[in-house]
């Protein structure tokens, strides 16, 4: 099985106070896959399809909106912004292609599944989607596992907002814990539950010490912000 084909695609949305018609994704992509008609342990028809796709450097997905304007009402990232100093709210979500992304997906059921690492870079920063992740749009369930690196530009921005912020001392701590093996600032995150209203929470280094603090009354920035 092969597949090639262009996308172009454009919604109605609020761009700098303005609603409108802008393109949100426009993309090229070619790959192939295998299909198996039948489930192998009962013998009864389920299909199953596993596809590599490429999507092209270049392509666009989104780009139009900020991070600022894509949280509306949401206090979240004001909240880091005014707490933590981390200000990302002008940021894309999303832009043009700086690579060709390889993804490797199972369909089944309409379930579709990461099998291998998705890496994505933007202009500013590199998305990872790691193996495991799916998602399910007709049942409007899913649970991604992600990571985002931003790049030394921004890195360094956020850096010194929260040096400003917090201090020398403690914002060493905060980049430690938002750190990979190699000392690179990396985020993570686990986006679960309604696709239409996803619930998102810290993954990786950051989650893990989450966790251990739930039983002390609150989650990890709560505690790092705690007067």
């Known amino acids: 099985m092969e597949l090639s084909g262009d996308i172009d695609h454009a919604?109605?949305?609020k761009v700098d106070g303005e609603t409108k018609e802008v393109p949100v994704g426009k993309f090229a992509f070619d790959g192939g896959g295998t299909v198996q008609p039948?489930?192998?342990a009962s013998g009864g028809v389920n299909p199953t399809a596993v596809v590599t796709m490429v999507l092209k450097k270049g392509s666009q997905f989104g780009g139009v909106t900020t991070i600022g304007e894509a949280a509306g009402k949401d206090?979240?990232?004001s909240s880091i912004k005014g707490n933590l100093g981390i200000d990302i709210d002008?940021?894309?979500v999303g832009g043009i292609?700086?690579?060709?992304a390889t993804a490797e997906m199972r369909l089944q059921n309409g379930k579709v599944e990461f099998v291998k690492d998705l890496r994505v870079e933007f202009e500013d920063y590199a998305v990872g989607v790691r193996p495991g992740s799916w998602l399910n749009g007709s049942a409007d369930d899913h649970e991604m596992i992600i990571q985002l690196v931003p790049d030394e530009e921004l890195a360094s921005k956020i850096k010194t907002g929260v040096a400003s912020k917090l201090g020398d001392g403690l914002a060493k701590t905060v980049f430690s814990v938002f750190a990979d093996g190699e000392g690179r600032m990396v985020f993570d995150f686990i986006s679960s539950d309604r696709l239409s209203k996803p619930k998102i929470k810290l993954g990786g280094q950051a989650g893990a010490i989450e966790q251990m603090f739930k039983g002390l009354g609150g989650g990890l920035?709560?505690?790092l912000l705690k007067n």
């Open 38 to 40: 039948f489930d192998v």
């Open 221 to 223: 920035l709560n505690q």
């Open 90 to 92: 002008d940021v894309k």
């Open 11 to 13: 919604a109605r949305m």
């Open 97 to 100: 292609l700086q690579n060709d």
């Open 75 to 77: 206090k979240t990232f």
